[in-house]
C-alpha cells in the first residue's frame, strides 16, 4: 500500500515557505493591518462608488458600464455573510490589502531575497498610502494589485524555473488565469499583460513564445473575460464609450511628466521611493536580476502608456510591489556587501525599517480616516505636499474627493423619504405603471436611496448615469416622479406641475450637498420609455 504520510523534510520545506526566512514576520505584519484597517473603518460615511458596487451587485450579470462584474459578485456573495456594515462592506478590501504584503515579500524571496529582504518589502508596502487607501474602500483599486502580482508571480517562477523543471511552462498557464480574472476585475491589467509580453519580445526570455503553455495561458485569459467581451459587445461597448465622454468632456486633471513622475513618488510613499527605482533599475540592468528583465520593461511601458493616455495618477499603483521586491533584495545585498567582507552597516537596517514606520504612521491620517475632519484639516496643513486633485470638480470640497464623497449621502435619501411622504396611497402601488418613481442624476445618489430608503418601502432609484440606464425605467410611466438635483427651469419644460420639497440637509463635508427634491406630474414628453434615450449620463 502506497503511504500518504507526508516525510519530515516535506513538512519542513512546507513550514520553511509559509513562516521561514522571514516570512513569520511578514504574516504578523499583514494580521496587524488587517486588524488597523477593520478598527478605522467606519469612521466616516460609505463612499460613493460602493453605493454603486452594492447597486451592481444586487443586479448580477457578466459586465457594467464602468466595470467588470467581479466586485459586484464578490460583495453580493460578502453582504449576504457579513451584513451591510461599513466594516462589513470593506472587510474584502482590507483582507486583500493584507495579503499584498505577504505577496511582495513572496516576489522577494522568489528574486533571490534574505530575511531582511522580505521584511523591508513587507514594511515598505505597509506604508504605502495607496494600499492603505485601497483597505478602506470598496472598488476594483483594492483587487487589482493582488491580480497584477499574481501575474508577476507566476512570469517570475517560470523565467526562474526554465530549463530546471519540465512543470516551469505550465506556469504561464497560471499567468493567464490571473490576467483573466484579473480582466473581470479592471480591465487596465491588459496594459501590465502587453507590457510583460512586450518585455519578453524585447529581451532573450522571447523564447517562451515558441512553447505552447504561454499561449494556452492567454486562450485561458481570453475564455475568462469572454462573457463580459459578449455582454460589451450586445450593449454597444459602454465602458469604450464612458471613457470616450470623460476624455471630451476634459473632467480628469492632465499631468506633465514632471508632475506625473512626483504624483508616483507621492502615492507610494516618499520614502519608498529610493526602493522602487533600485528595484527598477535593479530589473533593467543588474546582472543578478538579468532575467527579470521583462518585468522592469513591463513598468517603463505601462509608465508610458498611462501618462500619454493621461490617466490618473493611481492608475500605476498595482505594479510597485514588484519593483519594491526588487529593490528590497538589492538593498539587502548593498547594505551586507560581498561575501566574506565585514559587515559594518547592519546598523542601517533597523534604522531603514524605524524611519519607514514612522513616516507611515506619519502620512496614514491622508488616506485612513483616524481624524475627526476638523482635526483632519489642521493636520492636513502641516504637510510639506498639496494632497493631489485627480477631477476638476474635486477641487471645490473641503475635504480630499476620497472623504468628502463618503458625506452627504444619507441627508440626500432622507429628502427624498421626505418627498415620498407626501405620494399618495395610490401612487405607492407595486405597479410601476401606476407608481411614483424616484429619478437621480447620478449613481451615488441612486444608490444612496436603494441603500438606505428601500428598507423603508421607497421603490428602486432610477437615474440615467452609469448602468442604472441600461436597467431602464423599469416600468414607471414618469406621471409621477420625485426628481433629485435637476434645475426647475428643465423641469418645467418636462412637466406641467412641479412641486418643490426642499433641499437636503446641509452636510460641510460633502460633495454631494443641498441637492434639490422635486415632486413632478403630468408629463409633456410622454412615457418614461419615450424619454429615456435623451438622458443617458455616461460620463
Known sequence: MTSTTVSPSAQNRYRQSLLGDGMAVVWAIALAKLVFHIYFNNRYGYFRDEFNYMSCGDH??????????????????????????LRAIRFI??????????????????????RFALVLSAICTLTDPQYLSNGSLLGTNCLEPNLWMGCAYFAILTIKSWGKSDKAPRYWLWFGVCAGLGLENKYSIAVFGVGIVLGLLLTEQRRVFLNKWIWLGGLAAFLIILPNVLWNIHHDWPFAQLMHN????GRDVVRGPLDFFL????????????????????????????PYRALGCAYLISYAFFFFAHGKNYYLAPIYPVLLAAGSVVIDSAIDGPEGTPRRLQWLKPVILALLLAHGAYIAPVVIP?????????????????LPVNEYSHARAALPQWYSDQFGWKEIADEAVVAWNRIPPEER??????????FAQDYGQAGAIDFFDRKLGLPPALSGDRTYWIWGPRGYS??????????????EELFEQVEFVGLSADNPWALEKEIGVNICRKPK????????????RWR
Open 60 to 85: 448580477l450579470q457578466w459586465g457594467y458600464v464602468d466595470q467588470p462584474p467581479m466586485v459586484p459578485f464578490l460583495i453580493h456573495i460578502s453582504r449576504a455573510i457579513l451584513g451591510d456594515s
Open 93 to 114: 478590501p482590507a483582507l486583500a490589502s493584507s495579503l499584498l504584503i505577504v505577496q511582495t515579500a513572496v516576489l522577494a524571496r522568489e528574486l533571490g531575497g534574505r
Open 246 to 249: 470623460i476624455r471630451a468632456e
Open 263 to 290: 504624483q508616483q513618488v507621492l502615492i507610494t510613499n516618499l520614502l519608498n521611493a529610493p526602493f522602487w527605482l533600485a528595484g527598477l533599475f535593479a530589473l533593467l540592468f543588474s546582472a543578478r536580476l538579468l
Open 370 to 386: 483616524v481624524f475627526s475632519p476638523e482635526r483632519f484639516l489642521a493636520y492636513a496643513k502641516t504637510l510639506p505636499f498639496k
Open 429 to 438: 402601488g407595486s405597479d410601476p405603471s401606476k407608481a411614483c418613481g424616484i
Open 478 to 491: 414618469g406621471n409621477c416622479l420625485i426628481v433629485l438635483g435637476d434645475r426647475r427651469k428643465r423641469l
Open 525 to 536: 414628453f410622454g412615457t418614461l420609455s419615450d424619454l429615456w434615450p435623451q438622458i443617458k
